[in-house]
């Protein structure tokens, strides 16, 4: 009787095992939908969302070594479509934000040449326009006064006295250019011998033209010599300073051209970079960048903001569209086809960008046939075929 129950129990057993095992092989066909993969039926229909027969997949089917096989029907709705990358020039883009600046090359500070008091201004606002030879203020001085009293002697004297004992020419021309060296014109010191009158103020004029940036001193003020009366600035360019970090230094042409984009405007200009500072800030690691743009019409203001748009020295490399390429937070994936309606994923390392096109660093090469277009779809399909998984497994490998 025992002999007869433990034979029994080894029969179920057996039996259970077996059909435990026709089960799993049965499971390893599934009925899928080709647009919604999402759908897994045990047998032969329908799709319950768009009505299109299931087609049947087997779930290990094509998945070796990375790779996956579609049908034809997959491709054609998947819009599947592939090209071989080569090399060719590229160059990635940089926008840094930026500040309209007064081109410093092209500003004048207008200086007093002797000490003396203002007595008056002619132009009191910042933002007046000079025209050179405008006069600019009038200045007391008593040492320009009795350098003009000097001039006017020494005329007078080279009239009445003897020649042969003084050389009365050499004394007028020293006076002459004290006078000019303190900051009268010619027009002043030839007026001045020609009346032998000199007023106690002495009225000085633009040595340039431009826009009146900042006053340093005002009327009443005693000013020193060298002092500074007025800073003007011609405001036909401007300077577009941005800042850029120091690892995009050597991408940038020093001698390239630049966009400058004015948002207030609504307007591009183009520029000339002027400058790459050969200072690098220690803390921040940022350098300086300055673009020179013209100014018609004088419609841009210093201190208005401003985007400066580099785009970096071309390189010839390896490169392919960038919405090819796979991006998650532990690699980069291309799809490569390796057969007919057979696409293989690899791992990359990607390198500049353009916006349209990528630079492949290693991991494909040219000549290598790449999914240019539903290169999501057939990742989508690989994932749900083997498993939410598959791309951790594949940076393991």
Known sequence: MKYMLAFGLIFIFGACKTKNKEAVQISDTYYTCSMHPQIMEEGPGKCPICGMTLIAVKKNQGQVD????LSDQQVQLGNIQVDTIGRGKMGNTIVLNA?????ETKSTT??????GRIDKLYFKNAGDHIKKGDRLYDLYSESLNNAKQEYILALEKEKILDQSVIDFK????SAKNKLLLWGMNAEQIALLGKTKQSSLLTTFYSPASGTITSFESHEGEYIPEGGTIVRLSDLSSLWAQAQVYTSELSDIDAKGKAIVQLPDFGKEIRGQIE?????INPDTRINLVRVAIQNKDDQLKPGMLAYVVLTNRKTYTTTMPANAVIRN?????VWVQTGHNAYKKLSVKTGKEDGEKIEILSGIQSGDIVVINGAYLINSEYIFRRGTNAGHKMSQM
Do not use: G, K, W, Y
């Open 275 to 279: 400058l790459v500072n050969p200072e």
């Open 170 to 173: 050499q004394l007028i021309e």
């Open 329 to 333: 937070e532990h690699e980069n994936i």
């Open 99 to 103: 500040t309209l600046t007064i081109d």
């Open 66 to 69: 990375n790779t996956i096989m």
């Open 110 to 115: 207008i200086s007093s040449r002797i000490a």
